[in-house]
């Protein structure tokens, strides 16, 4: 398997170290003789790894005692109506900041329990975050939405926007946990697993207490984060196994150097690839301004701006020989695009441009 090396946007790599310690409790969870999936979710066992990997979240993220730490299933886009059900009841209307595919996805289906306004213009394509200054924010918004990454596009905010004390609540599925922020700034944030933290099948929410009981009268109970965070996150029965994987993969970034380490990688393995298509003459061509280039994913042309389809076919065919797989671009935008969240290693990014430098000598 060290062969390949995989940009997976989602469901993405998981660092080895972590397979090893799951193969070796697969069956014999802890020494009790059965697996986490044979187990109860009421159990002592379940209860204890429930606490653990809170604490873990707790710590890695500096998360505030008056913030509850919920683990829900329905991925990213089940929190695009658990966001809207918790919280848009107050004032009936929510404020979406557009920057990408994920942040349209999301702002659509708010719609459905309430009155969306998107709080900057429409645009074309998506290449920044609109400066601060021409955001429209309703004051009386029950809270305001952003994508800190958007996963498609490839545009990542640098910065934590200021919402005049409406709650600020942040989509960070494609990159929570690579980065220290101060979580004090939002009023809730939420990933599914499946990129930067574990395996589909959970997804986290992290909300600020004062937040809680408001859900509306429709909210699924499965969906409401009140009930969630009374019951512990042991509402209904959890994705056991999904969470421990998620847990697995949080102690693996604690003892790499928590989100210092993280951060400092991301910095340093997207700046080795944007670099490198800097420097190609236009051969290769990332779209994003420099300022809100994802850390995380990697959108790019091959061939002129729009790129080349059969030159961007032949590059991922050839790519998939010598065992760099997962690099095509989400279908809605095409091109390539490579992930390089936590588990990618510096060593797979060296990989990558070993092979762009040789496909940019017999192209370009
Ligand atoms: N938001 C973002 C930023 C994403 O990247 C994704 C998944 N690609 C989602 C939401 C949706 O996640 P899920 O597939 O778990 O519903």
């Not at 972590?18 to 002592?44: C, K, P, Q, W, Y």
């Not at 998360?63 to 848009?88: E, H, R, S, T």
């Not at 395996?199 to 409401?224: H, K, W, Y």
Request: hydrophobic share 40%; charged share 20%.
């Amino acid at each position: 398997m060290s062969n390949i090396h995989n940009f997976g946007a989602g469901p993405a790599k998981l660092p080895s170290e972590v397979f090893d310690e799951l193969e070796e409790e697969l069956v014999n969870f802890n020494g009790t003789g059965i697996s986490l999936m044979e187990t109860s979710h009421r159990s002592a066992t379940y209860i204890k790894l429930n606490a653990e990997i809170q604490d873990v979240v707790r710590r890695l993220l500096n998360v505030p005692q008056n913030y509850k730490i919920l683990f829900l299933q329905g991925g990213g886009q089940g929190q695009f109506a658990g966001v809207p059900l918790n919280l848009m009841s107050r004032t009936g209307t929510a404020d979406y900041v557009i920057t990408g595919i994920w942040s349209v996805i999301a702002a659509r289906e708010a719609r459905k329990y309430g009155n969306v306004r998107f709080a900057t213009p429409q645009q074309d394509s998506y290449v920044n975050i609109p400066d601060l200054s021409t955001w429209d924010l309703d004051p009386n918004a029950s809270y305001v939405h952003i994508c800190d990454n958007e996963t498609i596009d490839g545009v990542e905010y640098d910065f934590i926007p200021n919402t005049n004390g409406v709650p600020l609540v942040a989509d960070m599925c494609s990159n929570i946990m690579s980065k220290k922020f101060d979580i004090t700034k939002f009023g809730a944030v939420y990933g599914c697993a499946q990129k930067n933290i574990g395996t589909a099948g959970v997804t986290m929410v992290i909300v600020r207490e004062d937040l809680l009981n408001q859900a509306m009268p429709a909210c699924p109970s499965v969906f409401d984060w009140t009930l969630t965070a009374k019951n512990n996150s042991i509402l209904n029965t959890p994705p056991m196994q999904a969470i421990e994987v998620m847990g697995r993969v949080l102690k693996w970034i604690e003892r790499n150097g928590k989100l210092e380490k993280m951060e400092e990688l991301a910095v340093k393995k997207s700046s080795m690839i944007y670099d490198y298509i800097d420097q190609s003459n236009g051969f290769y061509y990332a779209p994003v301004e420099k300022r809100f280039r994802s850390k995380m994913n990697i959108p790019f042309r091959v061939g002129p701006p729009k790129g080349d389809v059969d030159l961007e076919n032949q590059f991922i065919e050839d790519a998939e020989k010598q065992g760099l797989i997962q690099l095509r671009g989400h279908s809605l935008v095409g091109g390539i695009r490579v992930s390089v969240y936590n588990s990618v290693t510096v060593e797979d990014v060296e990989v990558l441009l070993r092979f762009m430098k040789e496909f940019f000598k017999q192209h370009a």
